[in-house]
């Protein structure tokens, strides 16, 4: 290095050779690509706004006792912390939840003082829509609520899923029209 650089002073060559030798070992941070989606480890528990803002500010409290009440049913499932999304509270916790947990915690945040229980729904497992973000189908419908029907209309518009014209009179011209005759 001293021949290749020769104005660099013997100082200044230890350090360049530092950091090059520092570095071999390290191996170099690996890029997520995939954006985090949602955890089976999560309850989401739908509720109202205020509701949700209630449990969250003695979210310490409820956790404990969440715990308490997992513990007396011989629970193996721990409940790390709770968030506030939007107008629902998830709570995180060790490893998934099963019915029997998922109503246990449902009957204990109704027992909380100044909830109102009518908002309180069912608490579940997120699901995955990474399949609608791939075909392009909106995650909400007019109605609110995604049905069947307004799946097949949808479907029916995405070029991918759409059978050629040429496939179409071919299918419509071999085909005979009594399919019993098959």
Known sequence: MKEAFPSLSANEVDK????????????????????RGPSRKEVIIPMTKPNAELITKSAHKIIANINE?????????IANFIRLSSNRVIITTNQPANESELSKIKNFLKKIDNIDLSSIEAPHL????????????????????????FIKSVLKEIHLFKMPHWLQNLVSSKCPPNPTRW
């Open 16 to 35: 360049i050779l530092k950091v090059k030798n520092s570095s071999k070992g390290k191996k170099k941070p690996k890029l997520n690509m995939i954006t």
């Open 69 to 77: 009440h997992l513990k007396n049913s011989n629970s193996d499932v």
């Open 126 to 149: 997120p699901k995955s829509k990474s399949y609608m973000k791939i075909i392009g189908l909106p995650l909400n419908s007019e109605s609110g609520t995604i049905t069947p029907n």
